[in-house]
RNA sequence: GUCCCGUUCGUCUAGAGGCCUAGGACACCUGGUUUUCAUCCAGGCAACAGGGGUUCGACUCCCCUACGGGAUGCCA
């Protein structure tokens, strides 16, 4: 059968992590059922919903290559249609129009949990038959006995006694329709098959099934996802640290991996851990999703991206990376052995803004040393660095071989430890003790800019000891 | 408080009554490769929340407790 699913941020904050995952299993649900995939905007609520929020969601979507196959809809944009789906559950007898103010319904709650009750309204209004005035809101006439029972994807048969949901409010007294209300509608009207989305919503269906039920509209199919959590076991929020996907992009993470490593979180199929979206859609059953929470570790993260990372032709990696370079004003025009150096360097982090920053001692001079480096290999190496300057000097032909003779050669003639004689060098090189292996780090270079940078950490010594 | 949902190594998970001496992965630790770093390879540490049942047998089924999360809005 064909599914319909939905994606349904309300664009009150960034696209954050837990919101990509239910983006992405109802992505790949619709995919894998010939269906389609839409994004439809909650934005009911004026106060909160920004334009730069929903676009900050649409687009995290499309770097992620989530796009819906309908234009979203704004439900901002759609009262019309709620006004006329509200005249009819008023015609129906189903709804009714409440005074209570809001100081009322606080005092009702205060006391209710006093007494131990579950705090609701107590439908003071419901047999009331008031008129709409300013101060009314319309509240839907949820049966008070019997149960709402539904059947959920992940967590099989769900049941919530009526009694414990009460008339919940369709309409606010300024006219403008809730969430619950636009949602039910806008589901019938989209022609939703299933509803994939949080499990801070498991209560919220029970709700929604009443109003379809007023409306007499059909039973949705569900599956309520564990909520990612942070490392405080809490869900994850805006509050944390890195709420965006947008900062992940931002850190160098692919997209690929990014959607790679929110599948595996609550999701395995067997052992395998690398894998696309076009895996997912293979392999993935949202049957077989955990139940409970899962916190999200940014170190398994690192180690994806590192895979996804390794994978890329170097082509592909190259243009990755390009935004990156630009971060650290590096033009890679500027060298004609560009590729070799991203080539040498490309497995030196696992995140492109971090192998982006590794790559500037590669295009811009050295402007400081590593203090601890320093401090353990290049003081007292004066004579080593002097020694074998004059040695590489000396070579006729610049290319990786001829300079692992001359190191070689070097290190037998000084009678020195290996560290002892490449450390020097790769911290006049690079300001740090890390790099690729030495012949090749010096082949990166010119052979004037090595001898250069031998006398600025010459220099320097000189300077500081 | 009340209701709902959940609970296997630090973390993500495998496990549908005997295949479990509980498997894999990340992290961590130890070795090896690499002249450093990263990669790679080998090995190691480490879990069924607790208590009752049911059963010849329970990580798997049932109940209770504990703990965690969610909901309880004129937010979505």
């Given at each position: ?6 994606f349904?941020p309300s664009p009150t904050g960034n696209l954050h992590i837990g919101g990509v995952r239910t983006a992405l ?14 994004i439809?905007i ?10 730069e929020f929903e676009e900050n969601i649409i687009n995290g979507l499309k770097v992620l290559?989530i ?169 994850l929020?805006k509050?944390?640290?890195v709420s965006s996907v947008h900062d992940y992009f ?8 990014i959607?790679?490593?929110l ?203």
């Amino acid at each position: 059968m064909t599914k319909i699913t939905r994606f349904a941020p309300s664009p009150t904050g960034n696209l954050h992590i837990g919101g990509v995952r239910t983006a992405l299993f109802n992505y790949v649900y619709a995919k894998q059922n010939n269906g389609k995939f839409l994004i439809r905007i909650e934005d009911t609520d004026a106060e909160r919903s920004t334009r730069e929020f929903e676009e900050n969601i649409i687009n995290g979507l499309k770097v992620l290559d989530i796009v819906s196959d309908e234009t979203p809809i704004r439900q901002s944009e759609r009262f019309n249609e709620y006004q006329e789906k509200t005249n009819e559950i008023i015609n129906s007898g189903k709804a009714y129009y409440c005074e209570c103010s809001k100081d009322r319904l606080d005092e009702i709650r205060s006391l209710q949990q006093q007494q131990g009750l579950k705090p609701q309204y107590d439908g003071k209004c419901r047999d009331l038959n008031l008129e709409k005035s300013e101060n009314t809101v319309l509240r839907l006439k949820t049966p008070q006995e019997g149960a709402s029972i539904f059947n959920d994807l992940i967590r099989g048969e769900v049941i919530f006694q009526n009694n414990e949901l009460d008339d919940l409010i369709l309409v606010r007294s300024d006219g403008s329709p809730t969430y619950h209300l636009c949602c039910v509608i806008d589901d019938r009207l989209q022609d939703i098959t299933t509803v994939i989305r949080g499990e801070d919503h498991l209560s919220n269906t029970a709700r929604q099934i009443h109003i379809q039920e007023a409306f007499g509209y059909p039973r949705l199919e569900y599956a309520h996802l564990p909520l990612v959590l942070g490392q405080n076991k809490k869900r994850l929020s805006k509050r944390d640290s890195v709420s965006s996907v947008h900062d992940y992009f931002d850190q160098g993470y692919l997209p690929t991996s990014i959607i790679n490593m929110l599948a595996r979180l609550g999701w395995s199929g067997g052992d395998k851990e690398i894998f696309s979206i076009d895996d997912l859609i293979k392999d993935f059953r949202i049957q077989e999703v955990q139940k409970g929470g899962a916190i999200f570790e940014p170190a398994k993260l690192d180690w994806i991206n590192t895979n996804h990372l390794a994978a890329l032709n170097f082509d592909k990696f190259k243009s990755k990376i390009l935004p990156f370079l630009e971060k650290f004003k590096i033009d890679i025009t500027s060298k004609n052995n560009s590729d070799d150096i991203l080539q040498a360097m490309r497995t030196s982090q696992s995140t492109l803004f971090g192998i982006a920053s590794d790559l500037r001692p590669y295009f811009h001079s050295i402007d400081s040393y590593d203090e601890k480096a320093v401090k353990k290999f290049l003081l007292n190496s004066k004579a080593t660095l002097e020694y074998v300057q004059r040695k590489l000097q000396a070579i006729e032909t610049w290319d990786e071989p001829s300079i692992d003779g001359v190191l070689s050669a070097s290190q037998l003639a000084l009678d020195l430890p290996i560290p002892k004689l490449n450390q020097p060098i790769r911290i006049a090189m690079t300001g740090s003790t890390k790099s690729p292996s030495l012949g090749l780090t010096l082949s990166l270079f010119e052979k004037d800019e090595v001898i250069k940078r031998i006398s600025a950490a010459l220099k320097y010594l000189s300077e500081n000891s």
